[in-house]
């Protein structure tokens, strides 16, 4: 079965800190992807980044970068310096197996001027 | 470029009510899928469809039904509203292919039954 932990519930951290989301993955599939998703206050669900299995190299987008590790089947997010616009819930998800895609139960991220 | 679109955005509905959630693409996405948002738990999948005909359960499916008459729409039928169906739903597509290509989600029902 395919699961996905994201153990910090809410996190809360002051302007231009650093702060990093964890995601903890479970699956017996050797071909498997690794989503981020932003839920921002106003509701909507915004792709951050796609990761396959083979690809094990981190990568970085301005202020955000993710480590896959597949020896701790873990797929971490760090936001630089973070900002208020921030502040939002972050999804990690799974997906293995054709079709579906398993989603953690989130992280809130607040960060205050 | 309209997207995902879901219609309504918000819908109180009383126990025992019917209410179909719309979701239309413009993409020609083949792949459409229903899932719900609720406190603590993430988004947990209720039905999807690979393609116009063809439809199949998710995780969480009892209560609603899906048909997929057409590529670009995907209803989410509630027959007899529960209270335990208050939630927020999203729709989401992708093309075929696998999960190689990320899905795309419309913003999103709330929903409340009373």
């Known amino acids: 079965a395919q699961k996905v932990t994201q153990a910090q519930t809410e996190i809360s951290v002051v302007e231009k800190e650093d702060v990093t989301l964890d995601c903890v993955y479970e699956t017996r599939d050797t071909t498997y992807y690794l989503f981020w998703y932003k839920q921002p206050p106003s509701g909507e669900l915004v792709f951050l980044i796609r990761?396959?299995?083979?690809?094990?190299q981190n990568e970085i987008s301005g202020r955000y970068s993710w480590n896959f590790q597949k020896s701790t089947s873990s797929f971490n997010f760090t936001i630089t310096a973070s900002q208020v616009v921030d502040s939002a819930v972050y999804f990690c998800a799974l997906g293995a197996g054709f079709q579906k895609l398993v989603f953690g139960t989130g992280t809130r991220l607040l960060v205050s001027p | 470029n309209a997207g995902v679109t879901q219609t309504p955005k918000f819908q109180v509905l009383k126990t025992g009510q019917s209410m179909t959630l719309q979701c239309a693409q413009d993409m020609n996405h083949e792949y459409m899928s229903w899932y719900r948002q609720d406190p603590g738990m993430g988004l947990r999948l209720i039905h999807y469809s690979v393609g116009a005909g063809i439809t199949d359960q998710g995780e969480v499916p009892n209560g609603y039904n899906v048909s997929r008459s057409t590529t670009e729409d995907f209803p989410l039928r509630l027959l007899s509203a529960a209270p335990s169906q208050t939630s927020v739903y999203f729709c989401?597509?992708?093309?075929?292919?696998?999960?190689?290509?990320?899905?795309?989600f419309g913003d999103g029902t709330r929903l409340s039954i009373l």
């Open positions: 990761r396959n299995s083979f690809d094990e």
């Open positions: 989401a597509s992708r093309p075929q292919g696998g999960l190689n290509q990320p899905q795309h």
